[in-house]
């Protein structure tokens, strides 16, 4: 049975469609069909995520969106990059340093990150899931610049 341009489908295991002019076409990507990355790590912190739209992944441009999940006092370390990027708070809470200031992220709340701000995340008692993104084509393409001190 041919796929239809909404099927939900693993990124790794299906072909994403093309229109006949090569040029992306509509997609769902399920969360729960993604692959968990990261983990812990001694640079970016104690954080896994999930990658949703990507060019590097699925057929697509001008848009990264991921799932970023911290258990209960996670940390994405202190980064920054060149590309503006968002947060939005799905399950519990945490705090985001944003540039030297605390910022509450809890379920609902929208976070803007200017191109090259310093930030990191800290989840809360519960941890924490929010979506982040990036208007750029693909996630392998955004270079993270760790704080030398964490």
């Given at each position: 049975m041919p796929m239809s341009q909404f099927d939900t489908f693993a990124l790794e295991q299906n072909p994403?469609?093309?229109a006949a002019n090569d040029n992306p076409i509509g997609f769902v990507a399920a969360l729960d069909d993604q692959p968990i990355e990261g983990g812990f790590d001694p640079v970016f912190g104690d954080v896994t995520w999930q990658t949703l739209i990507?060019?590097?992944?699925?057929?697509?441009n001008g848009l990264v969106l991921g799932v970023a999940t911290f258990a209960a006092g996670g940390v994405l370390h202190l980064h920054r990059h060149t590309p503006p990027e968002f947060y939005f708070g799905l399950t519990g809470?945490?705090?985001v340093m944003?540039?030297?200031?605390?910022?509450e992220i809890v379920p609902g709340s929208a976070i803007f990150i200017p191109a090259n701000a310093e930030h990191g995340v800290t989840a809360g008692p519960t941890g924490l899931t929010m979506?982040?993104?990036f208007g750029e084509d693909a996630f392998s393409e955004i270079?993270?610049?760790?704080s030398a001190a964490q």
């Open positions: 994403v469609p093309k990507s060019g590097d992944k699925t057929q697509s809470s945490g705090t944003l540039d030297g200031q605390p910022v979506a982040y993104g270079e993270y610049r760790f």
